[in-house]
């Protein structure tokens, strides 16, 4: 079982950073593959970043190649999103969420993944 909990949310403005964190519960959070994903009022949820259980593999969307980060520390059962150059487009609530997988492996699809945070608030003003 895994309990994500992310933080670091806030309202910040265009052109500036934000780093959230996912906190997540787990024995062996190295067995699973993560995902940070993202829903604006009216709109589905989103895959904006996801990276294997070793970190090895990452995926982001093309809105926010080389503007977002994700990364991981097993040790620390922890995973992170580092968003730069944000935009007003950016503003949503962001989740993170965990699936249980086999080594290498990604997933962007949000019906793949079993365990969800509450979700953490991110404005970005024009």
């Known amino acids: 079982q895994v309990q994500p909990v992310e933080s670091g949310g806030g309202l910040v403005q265009a052109g500036g950073s934000l780093r959230l964190s996912c906190a997540a519960s787990?024995?062996?959070?190295?067995?699973?593959?993560m995902g940070w994903f993202r829903q604006a009022p009216g709109k589905e949820r989103e895959c904006v970043a996801a990276?294997?259980?070793?970190?090895?593999?990452?995926y982001y969307r093309d809105s926010v190649k080389g503007r977002f980060t994700i990364s991981r520390e097993n040790a620390k059962n922890t995973v992170w999103l580092q968003m730069n150059s944000l935009k007003p487009e950016d503003t949503a609530v962001y989740y993170c969420?965990?699936?249980?997988?086999?080594?290498?492996?990604?997933?962007?699809?949000?019906?793949?993944?079993?365990?969800w945070g509450q979700g953490t608030s991110v404005t970005v003003s024009s």
């Open positions: 990276i294997s259980r070793d970190g090895g593999s990452t």
């Open positions: 787990a024995r062996a959070l190295s067995a699973y593959a």
């Open positions: 969420a965990a699936k249980w997988s086999l080594p290498g492996m990604y997933y962007t699809d949000y019906s793949q993944y079993s365990y």
